[in-house]
């Protein structure tokens, strides 16, 4: 029996044994033979002959208006289809597309007016055919062909590696991620936020504006947001703070917030207020929050926390990492080898900004087994069952461990607080030599999987809590070297139409 998405259907015209999913195509996990992601974007951020603008698309894609409803693509992503019709009396509708055979997707049912009616298709990978039908009050449409526009000239263009779609997590259709335009490690001036499905087809793809750094996207508390950063700090003549966009899924943003300082990690809390690290100087970073109503409070000082643990101030104080966990209003800090003498470390705070725990460095914890601790670790987060997990390059005392070369691993760690003992319970990467120089992330998935992140690797993989690999994706240039293109943050989405406007 086919398992379909409550708003994203599928009608399922042959058996597949990928579940039917709305990013499900074919019946193994391969990528499908008519897949659209082209060929790796052929530039390494060198001269482009030109500028791909907002959306990247420079070739307007043509539309057809033969038949019973015409069909556009968007001004600015041509990865997304506008379908147009008079609605002779008001009724009740939607509409249906394919582009992988036997394989039907539809928008949300909805009661459609007389008079003028459009309709937004998503989900469909650049330069790919796809036939529309229009159903209203259950009959349905002759099919209409179209086909996308070309991907964007310079962008990064994923490659699916392997899969397993009966063991990968089945809500997880799609990744929405960033991803850095040049080859330039922890570097480059110009980023893209994308959309793939589970093939690694880019269906939906965006460029940072004014050459700013987007690391953070991700989905809004209340799901129906796709948002973003966008990041002046690193652009070293610009004066204007950085800024956390709200959007919906056709690039219009609906609310900006303004995060002065802000230069890597940010969270939205339950309440519509949203914290960052704050970069104030070389030496020195604040978590600060926005209130819903524009205020903003400092939460914590990096200066006084050195202070409480270290008697004095010291220099270089960053974070690379902040995660608000909601069932304790508390927040993790992540400290990189290059914070000075807060180095190496994970900081949990509470609401205030107390100090309640630490793990690695600068802590009275002690790991079980030295061969297992974390360096230069990013992407902390507690687990549902309240350990630590982390994204992790290997350290000397490791079986694994290779001078200059900074293998990335999962580990999840037991917290025992009576003990303050810390105890590796899981773990996966140590032994495939595949690197990330800089950044980095892991998230524990519904089902349990893990999804891990290389940051500069340029690559995602999920496992399993079996330590099975069941899906590997990479980026051009994304090498086991660890020293890529810069990846951001990257989250699964279920169903596009969630974003729609």
């Known amino acids: 029996m086919c398992s379909l998405s409550p708003r994203l259907s599928i009608v399922c015209?042959?058996?597949?044994?990928?579940?039917?999913s709305p990013a499900t195509v074919g019946t193994s996990g391969d990528p499908p033979a008519s897949s659209g992601s082209g060929d790796d974007g052929g530039d390494d951020g060198g001269d482009d002959g030109g500028d791909d603008g907002g959306s990247g698309t420079d070739d307007t894609g043509e539309g057809g208006g033969d038949g019973p409803f015409s069909w556009d693509l968007h001004d600015e992503i041509e990865s997304?289809?506008?379908?147009?019709?008079?609605?002779?009396?008001a009724g009740t509708g939607y509409v249906e597309y394919?582009?992988?055979?036997?394989?039907?997707?539809?928008?949300?049912?909805?009661?459609?007016?007389s008079g003028a009616e459009t309709e937004l298709l998503l989900g469909i990978p650049y330069e790919t055919d796809v036939d529309i039908r229009l159903v209203q009050d259950g009959e349905t449409s002759e099919a209409v062909s179209a086909t996308t526009g070309d991907l964007p000239?310079?962008?990064?263009?994923?490659?699916?590696?392997?899969?397993d779609a009966d063991q990968w997590w089945q809500d997880g259709n799609y990744i929405y991620t960033s991803i850095s335009e040049s080859e330039s490690n922890w570097g480059g001036d110009r980023f893209w936020m994308l959309i793939m499905d589970r093939q690694a087809r880019v269906v939906w793809a965006m460029l940072t504006p004014d050459d700013h750094w987007t690391l953070w996207t991700e989905v809004s508390r209340d799901g129906r947001s796709l948002m973003w950063d966008q990041i002046t700090l690193y652009d070293w003549g610009a004066s204007d703070p950085s800024m956390i966009h709200r959007m919906t899924i056709?690039?219009?943003?609906?609310?900006?917030?303004?995060?002065?300082?802000?230069?890597?990690?940010?969270d939205e809390l339950a309440d519509g207020s949203f914290v960052w690290g704050a970069y104030?100087?070389?030496?020195?970073?604040?978590?600060?929050?926005?209130?819903?109503?524009?205020?903003?409070?400092?939460?914590?000082?990096?200066s006084d926390y050195e202070v409480e643990q270290l008697g004095d101030t010291a220099t270089n104080c960053h974070s690379n990492s902040?995660?608000?966990?909601?069932?304790?209003?508390?927040?993790?800090?992540?400290?990189?080898?290059?914070?000075?003498?807060?180095?190496?470390?994970?900081?949990?705070?509470?609401?205030?900004?107390n100090t309640l725990d630490s793990w690695g460095q600068l802590s009275d914890w002690e790991f079980a087994d030295e061969a297992n601790t974390f360096d230069y670790q990013h992407g902390v987060t507690f687990t549902p069952e309240g350990n630590l997990l982390v994204s992790t390059q290997l350290t000397r005392a490791n079986e694994y461990y290779q001078s200059n070369y900074d293998t990335l691993a999962v580990r999840e760690y037991e917290l025992d607080y009576d003990n303050k003992i810390i105890r590796q319970v899981w773990a996966f990467g140590e032994d495939q030599e595949i690197a990330g120089n800089y950044a980095g992330e892991a998230h524990r998935l519904e089902n349990g999987n893990t999804l891990h992140n290389f940051g500069t690797g340029s690559r995602m993989r999920e496992i399993t809590a079996d330590g099975e690999l069941v899906w590997d994706v990479k980026f051009p240039d994304g090498n086991t070297e660890g020293n890529g293109r810069l990846q951001?943050?990257?989250?699964?989405?279920?169903?596009?139409?969630?974003?729609?406007p």
């Open 13 to 20: 015209l042959v058996a597949l044994a990928m579940g039917c």
């Open 80 to 89: 997304l289809i506008v379908v147009s019709w008079d609605q002779e009396t």
């Open 98 to 113: 394919s582009f992988d055979d036997g394989v039907w997707l539809q928008s949300p049912e909805r009661s459609f007016a």
């Open 153 to 163: 000239s310079r962008l990064p263009v994923p490659e699916y590696v392997s899969g």
């Open 250 to 266: 056709d690039g219009t943003i609906t609310e900006t917030i303004e995060a002065d300082g802000h230069h890597h990690a940010w």
């Open 280 to 302: 104030i100087t070389s030496n020195e970073e604040w978590l600060q929050k926005r209130d819903s109503d524009g205020s903003v409070e400092t939460l914590w000082k990096c």
């Open 322 to 353: 902040w995660w608000w966990h909601e069932d304790s209003d508390t927040y993790l800090v992540s400290f990189p080898s290059s914070a000075g003498r807060v180095k190496d470390t994970v900081l949990h705070i509470d609401a205030e900004g």
């Open 488 to 500: 951001g943050r990257s989250v699964f989405l279920s169903d596009l139409y969630d974003f729609a």
